[in-house]
């Protein structure tokens, strides 16, 4: 199943008609509609056709008449046209000072008198054309949802890079604190030895106590469980984005949480080396989360 963008824009037109449909991001779907008076009655219609498939986003939907739509239009019935002559040449023969209809007036005249037939036509032209631009709006956000998914696979891979980098790192600064500890404990001794302090632990006894230091540092600096749910975390965006569909609110949560293991990891670099990898895997991370919230 595809992914989908909530930004995107579909239109069609027949008839003099144009409906445009245009989205953004949103929490919710939240939908707004701007229709003329006479096609105010279609609102429900509208509503449910735009609830139907989407799911999330700022929707507008736009109708009216299309440039040069007046072109388009079609002369009055002669029906029509006989009906306001009978009647204009009653009222000239009840008042002969009464001014002759304008083209405009009678115009009008004949809307009023086929309105009723018209409405209903452009009812069905607008829901048709509704659908049409509806598809053309998905259309454009599962392209805009490619090209996000595309590029959140080229940040998963930059921290999956991040993420082998780091995981040598930690262990080499365990490794080299245990011997800063045992050469200070061994100096330690040393110079005790040399002053003759009889309270000085025995070699045996200080080294194992460096040891215990050192492993206490390894524990407060072990960043290996930050790294598998960092890794965890990636794996699951990826299965998501291969899912499809309803994408956003899940990733949204995971890219927290993918937050939330850099910024631990960050907290208990014990080597400038993994700092700088931190900072890389949240600049990375804020990427991602501006292109998230643009998924449905």
């Given amino acids: 199943m595809a992914v989908y963008s909530m930004t995107g824009w579909g239109s069609a037109q027949a008839n003099g008609l144009l409906v445009e449909l245009r989205s953004v991001n949103g929490r919710f779907l939240d939908v707004a509609l701007r229709l003329p008076e006479e096609l105010r009655a279609c609102e429900p219609q509208l509503r449910a056709l735009l609830a139907e498939r989407l799911r999330r986003g700022k929707v507008e939907l736009r109708a009216g008449l299309q440039a040069g739509g007046a072109a388009a239009l079609t002369p009055p019935p002669i029906t029509v046209m006989q009906g ?128 215990a230091e050192a492993a206490s540092y390894a524990i407060r600096i072990d960043v290996a469980e930050e790294l598998g749910r960092l890794a965890a975390h990636l794996d699951e965006i990826e299965a998501v984005l291969a899912k499809g569909g309803e994408t956003g609110r899940r990733l949204d949560f995971l890219i927290q949480e993918l937050h939330r293991e850099a910024n631990t990891l960050g907290s208990k670099s014990a080597a400038l080396e993994l700092t700088r990898i931190s900072v890389d895997m949240k600049v990375l991370i804020e990427q991602m989360r501006e292109q998230v919230q643009n998924l449905e």
């Fill in 84 to 211: 306001i002559a009978a009647l204009q040449g009653a009222v000239l023969d009840w008042l002969p000072q009464a001014r002759a209809l304008s083209v405009a007036e009678a115009l009008h005249l004949a809307e009023r008198a086929t309105s009723g037939a018209d409405t209903s036509e452009q009812a069905k032209t607008l829901l048709a054309l509704a659908a049409k631009a509806l598809d053309a709006l998905l259309a454009a956000r599962e392209r805009e949802g490619a090209r996000l998914a595309q590029l959140l696979q080229e940040r998963i891979a930059a921290l999956r890079a991040l993420v082998q980098q780091a995981e040598p790192l930690a262990p080499q600064a365990v490794q080299a604190q245990q011997q800063r500890f045992l050469a200070r404990w061994n100096e330690a001794l040393a110079a005790a030895s040399a002053t003759g302090d009889a309270a000085a632990p025995a070699p045996a006894a200080a080294q194992e106590r460096a040891l």
